[in-house]
């Protein structure tokens, strides 16, 4: 079945410890989007991919980065996690940026920072 | 900014019964979508349900219906005939329309505990 795949679903790193998050889709969607979910928040987006522009959330830190090597992957790369980014990351595709465009949301990866 | 408040973090249900959970958004646009998002324990999060603001019939889905008021900000989601698989977190989130896309603006979820 075509959907969001998230590995690994459980990450465990270390404070300042580089640590990267993988995202793929087999929707062939040109957007993809990586969301913050602390417990009990609401999901918050970081930034998105409309194919290969990248597009930053005003607030998001600059410890956050991501990349797209090509339509079905995305990484999100945290350089130096504090215990504050201890989160649940979610990943998200779209055909497109249309109001009408659903997202899809893959299962998440949970972040804890020792 | 916009802003969405769900005041319920957690609400329970009896299986077979309805219940109703609440949302209420703030903003200055007129041309917008809201929605409603399941998300099961320890799965993904999908779309229940949306509704188009120009929109005055309220959407449904199976069981799934929506009260939109817009003059009010309300957006509530009524769940009929309760199942023991519609236990999840339930957010509901807000999207304007932009040309260049615009950002869906989560709220902090009501917690849906349905008993058996």
């Known amino acids: 079945d075509a959907m969001v795949i998230q590995n690994p679903r459980y990450q465990v790193t270390q404070f300042g410890k580089p640590v990267t998050l993988s995202c793929s889709q087999t929707l062939n969607h040109n957007v993809m989007y990586w969301y913050q979910q602390k417990s009990s928040q609401a999901p918050k987006l970081l930034f998105h991919?409309?194919?290969?522009?990248?597009?930053n959330e005003a607030d998001t830190p600059d410890n956050f980065q991501s990349r797209r090597p090509n339509t079905s992957f995305c990484f999100l790369d945290i350089r130096s996690p504090g215990l504050g980014d201890a989160a649940m990351y979610l990943c998200?595709?779209?055909?497109?940026?249309?109001?009408?465009?659903?997202?899809?949301f893959g299962p998440g990866t949970r972040l804890t920072v020792l | 900014a916009q802003t969405v408040t769900q005041s319920q973090p957690e609400m329970s249900v009896q299986e077979a019964e309805t219940v109703t959970l609440s949302c209420t958004y703030d903003?200055?646009?007129?041309?917008?979508?809201l929605f409603w998002y399941k998300q099961p324990p320890s799965r993904q999060m999908i779309l229940v349900i949306r509704?188009?603001?120009?929109?005055?019939q309220n959407a449904t889905e199976n069981r799934f219906s929506v009260n939109f008021q817009k003059a009010a900000k309300s957006f509530s989601l009524k769940i009929s005939d309760s199942q023991l698989g519609d236990a999840a977190m339930y957010f509901c989130?807000?999207?304007?329309?932009?040309?260049?896309?615009?950002?869906?603006?989560f709220g902090e979820g009501t917690q849906l505990t349905v008993n058996p």
């Open positions: 509704q188009e603001a120009y929109k005055q």
């Open positions: 991919y409309y194919d290969k522009d990248f597009n």
């Open positions: 903003t200055s646009e007129s041309d917008y979508y």
């Open positions: 989130a807000y999207r304007r329309r932009e040309t260049s896309g615009s950002r869906l603006t």
């Open positions: 998200a595709t779209s055909p497109g940026r249309f109001i009408t465009d659903t997202q899809y």
